[in-house]
Structure formats: C-alpha cells, structure tokens
T-cell receptor
Framework: GENVEQHPSTLSVQEGDSAVIKCTYSDSASNYFPWYKQELGKRPQLIIDIRSNVGEKKDQRIAVTLNKTAKHFSLHITETQPEDSAVYFCAANTGTASKLTFGTGTRLQVTL | NAGVMQNPRHLVRRRGQEARLRCSPMKGHSHVYWYRQLPEEGLKFMVYLQKENIIDESGMPKERFSAEFPKEGPSILRIQQVVRGDSAAYFC???????????FGQGTRLTVV
C-alpha cells in the first residue's frame, strides 16, 4: 500500500520568513496530493492540492511542487504570519478514489 | 450548504459499552470516508463507503468495528465493546465523486474510561 513520509516533524520560523515542508510517497499510481492544515482541536482543512499532471501550483502565499519521478512533493509558505501556526499534513491518494494516506504531520510555529 | 456534520462532538463511554458515531455528508456528496486520529498523530484511513455499499474497509480493525451508509440517513461508525485504545478523534470526510476534494467534519472525540 501507499506510504507517505513527512519532514520535518516540527518547524519554527520567524514571522515573514518562508517555511518548507517535504513529503515522499511510495505508490507510483498516486495522482492526487492534498495538503491539510489542522489547528488544535479542529478539523483538517484543505489548503491546496495538486494533481500529477502538473508540477507546481500556487495560491497567494502558498505553493506546492510535485516531482513524480522522485516521488516527492513540497509545501511552500512565504511571508509567514502567526496565524499560519498549526499542524500541516500532506497526503496521497490510493487508487481512483479520494482514499488518502496521510503523512505524520509538521507542527509549524511562527514566532514574532 | 452546510458542511459535513458529525455528532456527537464528544462521546464518553465506559469499557465494554458501544459507541455510535454519526456523519452526514455535504449535500450532493455520495462518498464518505472515516479516519481515526490518535493524539499527536496523523489521520489513518478506516473505511470508504458509498450509499448502501462498503467500497474499501481495509483500514478497519477486523473485530468490534463496523460502518454503514444507508440509503436514508447518516453514515454510522459503530464500535462495540470499546477499550481504552479506542480513545481517539474520529473524522468523517465526504466528496462528490472519486478523486475529488474531500471535506472533513469537525470530528467526534471518543474517550473510553
């Protein structure tokens, strides 16, 4: 089955700096890669996703890149703000459905 | 259009009791997924259902756990004879079709005492 690894497990950046979170996956058949943000005690919320037919996608301060050959994808957050502090999860689908395998999460702390 | 609704938000059960968790998908969504999240961990897939069908239950423990998504009404995740290790947050997600964005509910936090 699919295996998703995520690094780092914790990340502390100063406000205004960039943050990068990296994930690798094992199943070459995976073709949908969403990123979720989860604040303490709340639901995971989709912040951006990418499909295997594109290499990069950007939405304001958030961007995701995908390297299918190397089987890794990354989340980039620029100009970080305190409200970006949360746990971020990457995920990859299995098969044709939206059944997702999640990474173990990255706790991002944005300090003033 | 209300989001994915889960209830109850918090559920306390004694060891050996049954827990029933409910999930109403977003309007127009026919695909439902259940995930379990242990404290300080990621989400683990449990089961994928469409109306009246279990499509993939590869993540469900073989015993005590069952799920359904009837023609009418919410999807139900049922845990019989709960044990302390069942304590976790259980999230439901729904999507309108395959390989489409999945929206999560607020989760049910089950505590077994």
């Amino acid at each position: 089955g699919e295996n998703v690894e995520q690094h780092p497990s914790t990340l502390s950046v100063q406000e205004g700096d960039s943050a990068v979170i990296k994930c690798t996956y094992s199943d070459s058949a995976s073709n949908y890669f969403p990123w979720y943000k989860q604040e303490l005690g709340k639901r995971p919320q989709l912040i951006i996703d990418i499909r295997s037919n594109v290499g990069e996608k950007k939405d304001q301060r958030i961007a995701v890149t995908l390297n299918k050959t190397a089987k890794h994808f990354s989340l980039h957050i620029t100009e970080t703000q305190p409200e970006d502090s949360a746990v971020y999860f990457c995920a990859a689908n299995t098969g044709t459905a939206s059944k997702l395998t999640f990474g173990t999460g990255t706790r991002l702390q944005v300090t003033l | 259009n209300a989001g994915v609704m889960q209830n109850p938000r918090h559920l306390v059960r004694r060891r050996g009791q049954e827990a029933r968790l409910r999930c109403s998908p977003m309007k127009g969504h026919s695909h439902v997924y259940w995930y379990r999240q242990l404290p300080e961990e990621g989400l683990k897939f449990m089961v994928y259902l469409q109306k009246e069908n279990i499509i993939d239950e590869s993540g469900m423990p073989k015993e005590r756990f069952s799920a359904e998504f009837p023609k009418e009404g919410p999807s139900i995740l049922r845990i019989q004879q709960v044990v302390r290790g069942d304590s976790a947050a259980y999230f439901c997600a729904s999507s309108p079709g395959e390989l489409t964005e999945a929206f999560f509910g607020q989760g049910t936090r089950l505590t077994v005492v």
